[in-house]
């Protein structure tokens, strides 16, 4: 007799049993996936590593031409308040301090220093390169390296030929004792420009074009000091030991 020729009260009456779950199994099943998932990602980490960092080398050497002119060559260093050495890439974190570009021309004499600043922008962070002339003691052009301003918009500091026309000789000269800038970077309203170090906000895109005076003004502040101290080391590089 099976279970279909039982009065249906007895069906009802049987308990259900349950089948055993196998949590053993499970969590050793979950444990591999999730190691082998880990080593997926460290894996791919690995792979791309060298190829971002080469992506980015190029990116840096082609923004170092568009903001500091009659570029040849170029030397990286590290500066801080301990000193100029050479950068090497295979000892990061061996000396503190900022990365900066010393740009050469062809006789190989110094043209320019190149460097890097970021600040938050209307959506994210906002990063550039941008040039300084220690000669003029000004800013001498920007490069946007990465931004998610909004299109039309505040991405217009990228291209609008008005607003970078502002950092084509941007005062940043020292004060008398040479450990901070004479008058700080500043965006100020669209035509409201009156002063050699001030910049000159794009319509529509105020807090964009502020992000940008922010960064030059906090690097620059910090940094060019550095920069006026070891100067002559940079025009004679091969007299800088790593």
Known sequence: MNNSDLPEQQLEEQPVIQP?????????????????????????YEITKPIIAENKRIAIEKAISV??????????F?????????????QKGASEGELIYAAYNEKDELQGIALEAAATGYQDI????????????CVTGIKILKMAETPGLGDKIAFDPT?????????????????ALQNAIVTVKNGRK???????????ATISSKAIGKMINQSAQKIMPLINAHLDELKKPETVNN
């Open 20 to 44: 055993d779950t196998p949590s053993f199994a499970m969590l050793r099943t979950l444990a591999g996936i999730s190691m082998l998932s880990g080593l997926l990602v460290v894996m791919v």
């Open 163 to 179: 607003f970078l026309e502002n950092f084509t000789k941007l005062d940043a000269s020292l004060n008398d004792t040479k450990d």
């Open 126 to 137: 906002i990063r550039i390169l941008y040039g300084y002339d220690p000669v003029c003691q």
């Open 194 to 204: 009156t002063e050699r170090w001030q910049i000159d906000a794009i319509s529509g």
């Open 78 to 90: 590290i500066l801080g308040e301990k000193g100029l050495v050479l950068f090497d890439p295979e």
């Open 67 to 76: 903001v500091v002119p009659n570029v040849s060559s170029k030397r990286d």
